[in-house]
């Protein structure tokens, strides 16, 4: 090979890695959105503690990207983060794809299995190009599926978590491999394996595919087994190192410290993901749900051709190397099988390991029909580069659908609430994925609001919760201390596995909440809609005496009078995305419903010309919300 391609064909993956990341930019979210985006935002911008299982890797990482002095906001930089794993992680994919197809398309390396003796191959010339064509095309179809691609779009454990499985995948092929059975290939790939643990637990569907090939090459001898124990040595520094950052940094009492896990109680309740545990495993019927999800959302991923390609792919294999098919068949599986056993409803990420094996048939599916063209039809090897444009499809027909470029209405959302309340006021919901996550970001980063005190109910339900609202609101918490320690003592036992009364802990639960509103006269109360339509109409909580609700643009307040009670003008302003989705369609009803109710209430009082600015508010607004015709023929006629 000439030093010319030779420069070439090192050079490709990082190029086609730059013009994945470019479109990657195109579609990047400027702000907010669903989800965990602002918490994690947050959490990174502020070195707080997030969610379970903590993420050290993820949030120290993003801390020192988000600190580069860049002329953006940080929540465009640690959505830029996001962007650059996942670009990062085809890099990678290539790089894997290509030394696969070059060991398993080589009679050297089929003569060397046999006597266990194995070496990196360079591919010969004639395959060089072909397996170049069919790394690419294969990395397309996988950064432009619907999945993949969207964790590029903002701020996500899982990018990462991608060019984590990118790491993993190459290192333990790259030391299956190599000609020696060198200790450092396989203590690399352990220290790739910690990593991902400190990132995020789904590094676990990884396990099989490096168990696989490590006994095959090393088999199951006394000389393996040291291997393993001076790799798991050698790996576990990594993974105290990374993870005494949760104790450490709840010690000093951040403003995000979920979970406070300062001791060993509620560390391993925190790291092991302990109150997510009952959507794990749940049941035969919920596995069957997810598992039928997956296969009917596939042809959304990749398209009928990627999956044709796949299928190809899986067929060649077998052909070739059932070593290798048996590795990403059995790993596959694997992973299909713990992921589907998660009741969630945004399961799709935990499907990103299947995903990329995908990806690797659909290179393999490549390959093959390139060999078979050039073979059958003498074609150009030139002209075979034509094929790899068949990994732009699901560019251009999932373009529309990941693009978030224009996702402003979470910021918006998020800010109208804030500012749409008095000074100090106390917001009572449980909207996490539409604003209360996002008021993390707001608050916490940007100092937007910060008065105002957002009270998740259903994180009151923790005992961790407490600690962080004394923190953040001491004069808030301090005002129901004594319902508050009788919840908390009926909790303990729950939290702690042991026996507990329900009825108790109910009571004393919606007595924490009641109270919350009594007991704070002193400041403005709001109440979020979803409570309004359920927990109160189910009597799951309560107002004091003499407590009624009031419509107040997006929410509804709580007042102790018979007068009526003004509201913010409908003067705000709200960017709708041009592509929706249940998120985005919760936020747009959830107004829809606010503003109808104010009309209504403004009705009421026979204050027509406010039920007209907000009826023509909404009607400008939302043209496409349904407004109940009750409210039309009553505007009509205050209208004149």
Same mark, same amino acid.
């Given at each position: 090979?000439?030093?010319?391609?030779?420069?070439?064909?090192?050079?490709?993956?990082?190029?086609?890695?730059?013009?994945?990341?470019?479109?990657?930019?195109?579609?990047?979210?400027?702000?907010?959105?669903?989800?965990?985006?602002?918490?994690?935002?947050?959490?990174?911008?502020?070195?707080?503690?997030?969610?379970?299982?903590?993420?050290?890797?993820?949030?120290?990482?993003?801390?020192?990207?988000?600190?580069?002095?860049?002329?953006?906001?940080?929540?465009?930089?640690?959505?830029?983060? *996001?962007?650059?794993?996942?670009?990062?992680?085809?890099?990678?994919?290539?790089?894997?794809?290509?030394?696969?197809?070059?060991?398993?398309?080589?009679?050297?390396?089929?003569?060397?299995?046999?006597?266990?003796?194995?070496?990196?191959?360079?591919?010969?010339?004639?395959?060089?190009?072909?397996?170049?064509?069919?790394?690419?095309?294969?990395?397309?179809?996988?950064?432009?599926?619907?999945?993949?691609?969207?964790?590029?779009?903002?701020?996500?454990?899982?990018?990462?978590?991608?060019?984590?499985?990118?790491?993993?995948?190459?290192?333990?092929?790259?030391?299956?491999?190599?000609?020696?059975?060198?200790?450092?290939?396989?203590?690399?790939?352990?220290?790739?394996?910690?990593?991902?643990?400190?990132?995020?637990?789904?590094?676990?569907?990884?396990?099989?595919?490096?168990?696989?090939?490590?006994?095959?090459?090393?088999?199951?001898?006394?000389?393996?087994?040291?291997?393993?124990?001076?790799?798991?040595?050698?790996?576990?520094?990594?993974?105290?190192?990374?993870?005494?950052?949760?104790?450490?940094?709840?010690?000093?009492?951040?403003?995000?410290?979920?979970?406070?896990?300062?001791? *060993?109680?509620?560390?391993?309740?925190?790291?092991?993901?302990?109150?997510?545990?009952?959507?794990?495993?749940?049941?035969?019927?919920?596995?069957?749900?997810?598992?039928?999800?997956?296969?009917?959302?596939?042809?959304?991923?990749?398209?009928?051709?990627?999956?044709?390609?796949?299928?190809?792919?899986?067929?060649?294999?077998?052909?070739?190397?059932?070593?290798?098919?048996?590795?990403?068949?059995?790993?596959?599986?694997?992973?299909?099988?713990?992921?589907?056993?998660?009741?969630?409803?945004?399961?799709?990420?935990?499907?990103?390991?299947?995903?990329?094996?995908?990806?690797?048939?659909?290179?393999?599916?490549?390959?093959?029909?390139?060999?078979?063209?050039?073979?059958?039809?003498?074609?150009?090897?030139?002209?075979?580069?034509?094929?790899?444009?068949?990994?732009?499809?699901?560019?251009?027909?999932?373009?529309?659908?990941?693009?978030?470029?224009?996702?402003?209405?979470?910021?918006?959302?998020?800010?109208?609430?804030?500012?749409?309340?008095?000074?100090?006021?106390?917001?009572?919901?449980?909207?996490?994925?539409?604003?209360?996550?996002?008021?993390?970001?707001?608050?916490?980063?940007?100092?937007?609001?910060?008065?105002?005190?957002?009270?998740?109910?259903?994180?009151?339900?923790?005992?961790?919760?407490?600690?962080?609202?004394?923190?953040?609101?001491?004069?808030?918490?301090?005002?129901?201390?004594?319902?508050?320690?009788?919840?908390?003592?009926?909790?303990?036992?729950?939290?702690?596995?042991?026996?507990?009364?329900?009825?108790?802990?109910?009571?004393?639960?919606?007595?924490?909440?009641?109270?919350?509103?009594?007991?704070?006269?002193?400041?403005?109360?709001?109440?979020?809609?979803?409570?309004?339509?359920?927990?109160?109409?189910?009597?799951?909580?309560?107002?004091?005496?003499?407590?009624?609700?009031?419509?107040?643009?997006?929410?509804?307040?709580?007042?102790?009078?018979?007068?009526?009670?003004?509201?913010?003008?409908?003067?705000?302003?709200?960017?709708?995305?041009?592509?929706?989705?249940?998120?985005?369609?919760?936020?747009?009803?959830?107004?829809?419903?606010?503003?109808?109710?104010?009309?209504?209430?403004?009705?009421?009082?026979?204050?027509?010309?406010?039920?007209? *600015?907000?009826?023509?508010?909404?009607?400008?607004?939302?043209?496409?919300?349904?407004?109940?015709?009750?409210?039309?023929?009553?505007?009509?006629?205050?209208?004149?």
């Amino acid at each position: 090979m000439s030093d010319k391609k030779s420069v070439i064909y090192k050079i490709l993956p990082i190029i086609i890695s730059l013009f994945v990341l470019t479109i990657y930019f195109f579609t990047l979210a400027p702000s907010v959105i669903q989800i965990d985006s602002g918490e994690l935002a947050a959490v990174q911008a502020t070195l707080g503690i997030a969610h379970p299982t903590g993420y050290p890797l993820f949030t120290l990482v993003g801390y020192l990207f988000v600190k580069i002095p860049l002329p953006v906001s940080t929540i465009y930089k640690a959505n830029l983060l *996001a962007a650059i794993w996942c670009g990062l992680g085809i890099l990678f994919f290539i790089k894997s794809v290509t030394l696969l197809l070059a060991n398993i398309n080589s009679k050297k390396v089929e003569k060397k299995l046999k006597t266990k003796s194995f070496q990196i191959i360079e591919p010969e010339e004639s395959n060089n190009l072909l397996i170049k064509i069919a790394a690419i095309t294969g990395s397309l179809f996988l950064a432009f599926s619907n999945t993949y691609w969207m964790q590029s779009t903002s701020v996500e454990v899982y990018s990462l978590q991608i060019f984590l499985f990118m790491l993993i995948i190459f290192s333990s092929l790259r030391a299956y491999f190599s000609k020696s059975n060198s200790l450092f290939d396989w203590t690399l790939l352990g220290i790739f394996t910690a990593l991902g643990f400190t990132n995020h637990m789904t590094t676990l569907l990884s396990l099989p595919f490096t168990a696989i090939l490590f006994f095959r090459k090393e088999g199951l001898t006394k000389k393996s087994l040291l291997k393993i124990a001076v790799t798991f040595i050698s790996s576990l520094p990594v993974l105290i190192l990374l993870y005494a950052y949760l104790p450490l940094r709840a010690s000093t009492n951040p403003e995000i410290n979920w979970g406070n896990p300062f001791n *060993a109680e509620n560390f391993l309740r925190h790291i092991t993901g302990k109150q997510y545990q009952v959507w794990l495993f749940s049941s035969f019927d919920a596995a069957k749900k997810q598992f039928g999800y997956f296969f009917n959302n596939l042809p959304s991923e990749f398209t009928v051709p990627g999956l044709l390609l796949a299928l190809t792919g899986l067929g060649y294999i077998f052909k070739v190397n059932k070593r290798i098919a048996g590795l990403i068949t059995v790993s596959f599986v694997v992973a299909l099988l713990y992921s589907i056993n998660y009741d969630i409803v945004d399961i799709d990420s935990y499907f990103l390991f299947n995903f990329i094996l995908t990806g690797i048939l659909i290179s393999m599916g490549v390959f093959f029909i390139l060999k078979e063209l050039k073979l059958r039809f003498k074609l150009n090897e030139r002209v075979l580069v034509i094929f790899s444009f068949i990994g732009f499809i699901p560019l251009i027909t999932n373009y529309s659908s990941i693009d978030q470029s224009d996702r402003y209405i979470f910021e918006d959302y998020t800010k109208n609430i804030l500012s749409s309340v008095e000074k100090n006021s106390i917001i009572f919901s449980y909207q996490w994925d539409y604003f209360i996550s996002a008021s993390y970001y707001y608050q916490f980063v940007e100092n937007f609001r910060k008065d105002v005190v957002v009270v998740d109910k259903e994180l009151l339900r923790r005992s961790w919760y407490y600690n962080q609202l004394k923190r953040n609101y001491p004069t808030v918490i301090k005002n129901i201390e004594n319902e508050v320690d009788r919840f908390l003592s009926a909790l303990e036992p729950f939290e702690s596995g042991g026996k507990f009364d329900p009825n108790l802990l109910e009571v004393n639960y919606r007595n924490v909440m009641t109270r919350l509103v009594s007991q704070n006269a002193d400041r403005d109360f709001y109440v979020g809609l979803e409570l309004f339509a359920n927990e109160i109409q189910r009597g799951e909580f309560s107002l004091p005496d003499g407590y009624q609700l009031v419509p107040h643009l997006f929410l509804f307040k709580a007042v102790k009078s018979d007068e009526y009670i003004p509201a913010p003008e409908p003067d705000f302003s709200i960017r709708l995305p041009k592509n929706k989705n249940r998120y985005t369609n919760f936020i747009e009803d959830t107004i829809g419903r606010m503003l109808s109710y104010r009309i209504l209430y403004e009705l009421n009082w026979n204050k027509r010309d406010k039920a007209i *600015a907000y009826y023509n508010k909404l009607r400008k607004t939302l043209p496409e919300f349904i407004i109940p015709e009750q409210i039309s023929k009553m505007i009509k006629i205050a209208e004149g």
